[in-house]
Every structure is written in C-alpha cells, then in structure tokens.
C-alpha cells in the first residue's frame, strides 16, 4: 500500500516542491492489479471489434493509406501511452488517496450516501475531463500539442490514441487536482479510466452505426459522426463537441454542433495538408514549431453557412 509523508504539508516552495516529487515517485511504484489483469484487457477487446467494425462499416472515406497512418499513429502512441500509465494514473490515484486520508474534497463535504457519492463522483470526473478540453483548445501552449491529435487526415481508431507525450504530461496536474477538490474514491477513479478511455476509442472509430441508432445515442455519449465534426478544419467546428463520455456538457456550455453531414466534413487543420508533413519525427517535434494561421495553403479560411438546430444530428 502506498505510504504518506506523515509531517503536516509545507507552504514554503522547498517542501511544496519536495512533497509533489516524493507523491510521484511513490505513485509511479503503484500497481493496480484489477485494473491492469480486467480493465486492460477490456479496453484491448474493445479496440479489437472497433478496429474489425470500422474496416467493415466505414464512416467517412479515407485519404491516406491506413498502414501509413497506422505506423505514424502507433509511434506517438508509443511514447504518449506509457506516459499514461506510469505517471498519470499513479499520480491521480495518489491524489484519490491522498484527499480521502485528508478528508478533503466536495464530495465528502456533501455527505452523501455511498451511492449517490460515485454517480455524482463520475459526473464531476466526465465534467472536468470536458473543461480540461476545452482548455486544450482555448490555450495557445497547450494546442501547441493537442494539435499534433487534430492534424490527422483521416480519423478512425488509431487516432484515439494519437496525442503528444507533452500533451499527456501536462493534463497531470490537472487531471490529479481535479480528483483531490473532487474527493472521488480512488476506486471509482480506476473505474472511470477504463471508461473514459473506452469512449475515446468508441467516438474517434470510423465506425458507422446506423443513423437513427446513433441519433439517438448522442442523446447521451458521444459517437462518432459527433467527434468526427469535432475534428473539421472548419474553425467553428473544432471548436464544438468537446465532450468525453457524456453528450450533456456541450449542450449545458451550447458547444454542442451536430448539424453538419459527415460526408461534408474534411478531417484535420486547414494549415497542415501536406501528407508529407505527417512523419513521425515532424509529429514529435511540431510543438516547438511556429504555429500557422487557421488558413489553407491557398490563404482561404475554411467556412460553412450555418444550419438550423444545431443540437439535430445529421448522417
């Protein structure tokens, strides 16, 4: 079981700093046996089918040879993915720990009953998951690498998993505070991840579902004609769909678009169109790279004439 620094926290930068080096270290030590002997496994099941259903029921066209993207995918997943699980998961379920020995968080100031406390816990995990997106787009620095997920040009499965190593880092420290002011048992946490990530792979698949199906669906999670619009190089589209697990959060901030035809919509950024640039290394390095206008090569801006009800889905 993982120990705790027994002294009272330090304010002072040195023992802040020193406390959060320690916490880390000791998270990264942690094994979570149902976790990785259960959820695991699920999670290899699910991306499996996913992968059989989408070359059978293909969604939106491909434009680029699937092997290609598969070897330029698997390689940033490679370096991201264990990120994840050395460090993010330990860290946030230090936190989770930490906040119960604390007895601190808004959960354990509402005094509710066992039950209610994971529903409401999950929801406020999902909801913080939503807004740490929303920050991945609103923030220059941190778009600097969520834009190597984006710059795709096509959008199935292997893109679930396409996200920069920086990227991953940075959402430590987010993610783990927003567990510890949460106060979510640590193992609802574990719980969550395993679904958190089984979504993420369900709505970046080019899975198509039936239509009146998914219409439906989208009621309440995310699919993925909803993240495919998520994923348009029109800028007002990227901008829309930022939800993880549940649908609500786009519709409670009105950031829900889901009026826009599937075969209408071009996957990537306007400004990265050259499927030359899409090499592994320029992926690793595009960070530190100057940002380029919301433009295509020509110097046109990507637009569409808005539809009606925005919150409609079309096929």
């Given amino acids: 079981m993982l120990a705790y620094p027994e002294q009272k926290f330090s304010f002072s930068s040195r023992g802040r700093n020193l406390w959060i080096v320690l916490l880390v270290a000791k998270a990264m030590k942690m094994m979570f046996p149902k976790f990785d002997k259960v959820g695991m496994p699920l999670l290899g099941l699910v991306a499996t089918t996913l992968f059989v259903l989408e070359a059978k029921r293909q969604l939106r066209k491909r434009s680029r040879p699937k092997k290609e993207r598969l070897l330029e995918n698997g390689s940033v997943a490679a370096v991201a993915l264990p990120a994840l699980r050395l460090l993010l998961l330990p860290t946030m379920y230090a936190a989770a720990k930490w906040s119960e020995k604390h007895q601190v968080g808004l959960l354990r100031r509402m005094g509710l009953p066992r039950w209610t406390k994971h529903v409401v816990g999950f929801l406020l995990l999902d909801y913080s998951n939503y807004l740490w ?38 959402s430590v420290p987010y993610r783990s505070a ?12 574990l719980a969550y991840e395993v679904l958190f990530e089984g979504c993420t792979a369900f709505h970046h ?6 239509y009146k199906l998914e219409r439906r669906l989208c009621q309440l999670m995310v699919t993925p004609r909803m993240h495919g ?17 549940f649908s609500w ?19 990537g950024v306007p400004s990265y169109r050259d499927p030359a640039e899409q090499t592994i290394k320029h992926l690793f390095l595009l960070p530190f790279e100057q940002l380029r206008p919301w433009q295509l090569p020509d110097g046109t801006v990507p637009e569409r004439e808005e539809g009606p009800n925005k919150a409609l889905l079309l096929p």
Avoid at 178 to 189: D, F, S, T, Y
Avoid at 205 to 210: I, K, V
């Fill in 249 to 267: 959060w786009d519709r409670l901030h009105r950031t829900i678009r889901l009026n826009v035809p599937q075969e209408a919509v071009t996957i």
């Fill in 178 to 189: 927003a567990v510890a002011l949460i106060g979510v048992p640590a193992p609802l946490l």
């Fill in 133 to 170: 997106h929303v920050l991945l787009h609103r923030s220059t620095l941190l778009w600097r690498f969520h834009n190597v997920h984006h710059i795709d040009l096509d959008l199935d499965l292997s893109t679930a998993w396409r996200f920069h190593v920086g990227e991953n880092l940075a």
């Fill in 229 to 245: 619009i998520h994923h348009s190089i029109v800028e007002k589209e990227t901008n829309s769909n930022f939800s993880v697990i």
């Fill in 205 to 210: 698949s080019n899975l198509r579902l039936p």
